[in-house]
């Protein structure tokens, strides 16, 4: 993996910890309502992973996820691209918004080269 600042490692992990509280708030709510979870409780997990994978290849935390939940996890988090990056281009350049949005896709893009180095490695 190329050199990542402290900095970068930082907003990266907050990233996925901000990405996920949001979901798991949705996950409530939309258990609540009864609507059905089954795609945001894949992402979710999805996002445990990567955070996990992260975590794991900077501070050396330990994960218990296996191969296979890895490899699900990284067609997920890449699946999570594109909506993202859409988001990002119709951002108005320099809102907060769109500052959250490319710290984002920059987490997604570290975790899944994490895994594939990891995976391949």
């Not at 907050?14 to 509280?21: H, L, N, R, V």
């Not at 999805?46 to 996820?65: D, M, R, S």
């Not at 990002?88 to 984002?104: E, I, V």
């Amino acid at each position: 993996m190329e050199y990542i600042s402290d900095l970068e490692k930082l907003e990266s992990i907050k990233s996925f910890q901000s990405t996920i509280s949001k979901l798991e708030n949705a996950h409530a709510q939309m258990t609540q309502k009864g609507a059905n979870i089954t795609l945001i409780t894949k992402r979710l997990k999805a996002l445990y992973v990567g955070l996990a994978i992260l975590e794991n290849v900077w501070n050396q935390k330990p994960h218990q996820y296996n191969e296979e939940e890895i490899a699900v996890a990284r067609n997920v988090l890449a699946g999570l691209y594109p909506s993202i990056k859409s988001s990002y281009d119709k951002a108005k350049a320099g809102s907060p918004q769109r500052t959250l949005l490319q710290r984002r896709i920059k987490s997604l893009e570290l975790a899944i080269q994490a895994i594939d180095e990891q995976c391949n490695g």
